[in-house]
């Protein structure tokens, strides 16, 4: 079965970074679209960032854009975020997600993605 762990979630002040990892198993990691999304308390899930197979394709949510580097490592089936420059507003549950099917388009909705991770606690201080 499809599993996705993430991991690297921590406290940091506000201006620090944190890089998450997603270790999957269970699929051929290297043939499909892995994204990160992310809860606030009270809040609705976000998109965060999704890159392509290659991880040559990538795609940011606005508030991330230029703080935020999505990329993976296929032979350790592994996808990463490297946050910079965090913000109080960051501070969330940081989820990695699988999109198993073929689309042509790179999608943003969380109800396409088929698999997700239990989620890492990232908590921004001021």
């Known amino acids: 079965q499809v599993q996705l762990v993430e991991s690297g979630g921590g406290l940091v002040q506000a201006g620090g970074s944190l890089r998450l990892s997603c270790a999957a198993s269970?699929?051929?990691?290297?043939?499909?679209?892995m994204a990160w999304f992310r809860q606030a308390p009270g809040k609705e899930r976000e998109f965060v960032s999704v890159?392509?197979?290659?991880?040559?394709?990538?795609y940011y949510a606005d508030s991330v854009k230029g703080r935020f580097t999505i990329s993976r490592d296929n032979a350790k089936n592994t996808v990463y975020l490297q946050m910079n420059i965090l913000k109080p507003e960051d501070t969330a549950v940081y989820y990695c997600?699988?999109?198993?099917?073929?689309?042509?388009?790179?999608?943003?909705?969380?109800?396409?993605?088929?698999?997700w991770g239990q989620g890492t606690q990232v908590t921004v201080s001021s």
């Open positions: 997600a699988v999109d198993l099917r073929p689309r042509g388009y790179y999608s943003r909705s969380g109800n396409d993605y088929d698999y």
């Open positions: 269970g699929l051929t990691f290297s043939s499909y679209r």
């Open positions: 890159v392509n197979w290659t991880g040559g394709i990538t």
